[in-house]
């Protein structure tokens, strides 16, 4: 089993900044995908961005140029910095990490952080 734990969502002002972490412990390969995910009030769950291990990042259009991902493989750790925060970005993020084993991939997913931007 694979255990993930995101930390770092806070209350902050409109043009602010935030890190997120998650890190991930248990029965993890060494090939694998981690990433953030967001969900909005009423909105359903959205891609932020995510990044394999060996480096290749992927990113929402909306966060493109404001929102950085990166992670620390000896640590199992994935983070997300983010910048110039918008009312908009205001949403639960998930941390999920993707890992496949012969023909199948398997989900793994946090508990979710809250991260607020006031206008």
């Known amino acids: 089993q694979v255990q993930l734990v995101e930390s770092g969502g806070d209350l902050v002002q409109a043009g602010g900044s935030l890190r997120l972490s998650c890190a991930a412990s248990?029965?993890?390969?060494?090939?694998?995908?981690m990433g953030w995910y967001r969900q909005a009030p009423g909105k359903q769950r959205e891609l932020v961005a995510d990044?394999?291990?060996?480096?290749?990042?992927n990113y929402a259009d909306s966060v493109k140029d404001r929102f950085t991902i990166s992670r620390d493989n000896a640590k199992n750790t994935v983070y997300l910095q983010m910048k110039t925060l918008k009312p908009e970005d205001t949403a639960v993020y998930y941390c999920?990490?993707?890992?496949?084993?012969?023909?199948?991939?398997?989900?793994?997913w946090g508990q979710g952080t809250q991260v607020t931007v006031s206008s």
């Open positions: 990044i394999t291990s060996g480096g290749s990042t």
């Open positions: 248990g029965n993890i390969f060494r090939i694998n995908t």
């Open positions: 999920r990490l993707r890992q496949r084993f012969l023909a199948s991939s398997y989900d793994y």
